[in-house]
């Protein structure tokens, strides 16, 4: 209703103001204007070689039509790069920062916001792409772990925590945390989780906390170490019941979720997860998971969120990042994006509201046999306050040690 809403005043607004849209046109064109001819170097997570081919042919496609190139540095932690344009802020380097662009959410946009790190207010909503971006029906798109984005960060995709397991061994998954844990006591070494602060073991951290928090609302705001005993009292109590049963008795983790796959494929676990619900399709696409494997999720709901591409307030480059920000949010990078064996990462847009022959694109779109409907997915857990993610660490840390025993 309020993106309905939107539409019809701006188009009221062109028809009593012609030169808005003209206005808004010009705007757009000094960008590309200034945009041709430069680098952006796009700092972005390079752990999975689906996704940096994905970005190498966004990277193609906009030096071809705008005359930008895009560098991907890949980063293994993007803690790293907000440490990096914190120190140039600290030295004085207003101009010319080494970071144009950057993959980021949760605590790390967070971080960044509060030190004054990024460009100015509203610049994700002027991008021409943006008109297609869901904000009605996915609020996550304009609200990064409880904290307004304020359009410094332009909306990429989605995620949402689903499990995967092969139904030639396992038919019949757990539907609950509670399964889950029967399942691991009934088969030890059969399920992992990465070890934190590795991003998809402190997403199942999440989970659990979430599912299981007392006072699941006061993770909403900002860490109260008053309560955090109690709020994490319940995880805990979880996770030494879960670790004698886990693979290597919890006393090795696996590296990441790609390890996680290995070893699902491999047999070794009859369980993996991700936080893409595209995940188990695309890898059956590339041989990398057996036909076998399906995605499932648990009653309740699963964690997810939005993830985004923000600009450092000391990028040299900020018109050639929003040049490349605008075509990642277009209909045919987002379809392209959502194909399984390419990335198999959920859309940010309203495809509804597309015009019909960019719509027909998603329409075509074969998502396998592993992947769930959107009906399918259950309700979306909201993440918790960013400042919650850092003390959860720590605590899991403090309790079980580096090897996490």
Do not use: C
Not at 51 to 77: F, T
Request: no cysteine.
């Amino acid at each position: 209703m309020i993106r309905t809403i939107t539409i019809r005043l701006a188009l009221l607004v062109a028809m009593l103001v012609p030169g808005a849209v003209h206005g808004q046109e010009a705007e757009w064109q000094s960008v590309l204007n200034a945009a041709r001819g430069q680098t952006v170097y796009f700092h972005a997570w390079g752990g999975e070689p689906r996704i940096n081919a994905y970005i190498q042919w966004a990277a193609r496609e906009v030096e071809r039509d705008h005359g930008v190139r895009v560098v991907h540095v890949k980063v293994s932690d993007t803690a790293n790069v907000v440490s990096q344009v914190l120190a140039e802020k600290s030295v004085g380097k207003a101009t010319g920062g080494s970071v144009d662009l950057v993959w980021i959410n949760g605590e790390n946009f967070a971080s960044m916001k509060t030190n004054e790190l990024l460009a100015e207010p509203g610049w994700a909503t002027t991008l021409p792409n943006w008109d297609y971006v869901d904000v009605e029906n996915k609020p996550t798109v304009v609200m990064d772990f409880t904290v307004p984005t304020d359009g410094q960060e332009s909306p990429w995709g989605m995620a949402k925590l689903v499990f995967m397991h092969d139904g030639a061994r396992l038919a019949e998954p757990p539907a609950s945390l509670e399964e889950l844990l029967d399942f691991a006591k009934a088969n030890p070494g059969r399920f992992a989780y990465p070890q934190p602060p590795n991003f998809f073991g402190t997403t199942f951290l999440k989970q659990v906390l979430v599912s299981l928090a007392p006072y699941a609302s006061a993770l909403e705001n900002p860490y109260d170490m008053t309560i955090a005993a109690e709020t994490f009292g319940p995880l805990f109590g979880y996770l030494d019941e879960l670790h004698p049963h886990l693979w290597r008795r919890g006393k090795a983790f696996p590296k990441d979720a790609s390890q996680m796959r290995q070893l699902l494929a491999d047999g070794e676990l009859d369980i993996a997860f991700s936080f893409n619900p595209g995940d188990a399709a695309g890898a059956i696409a590339n041989g990398e998971l057996p036909p076998s494997v399906r995605t499932f999720v648990l009653d309740g709901g699963t964690i997810g969120n939005t993830h985004f591409v923000a600009i450092p307030f000391n990028s040299s480059s900020q018109e050639g990042a929003k040049i490349f920000a605008n075509f990642l949010l277009s209909p045919m990078a987002q379809t392209r994006k959502q194909e399984p064996e390419i990335w198999g990462d959920p859309t940010v847009l309203n495809v509804g509201a597309l015009p019909a022959h960019e719509k027909a694109l998603f329409e075509a779109l074969d998502l396998g046999a592993a992947t769930l409907k959107p009906e399918n997915l259950g309700p979306v857990l909201p993440e918790p306050h960013p400042s919650w993610v850092g003390a959860l660490e720590e605590a899991w840390k403090d309790r079980y040690g580096a090897s996490g025993g």
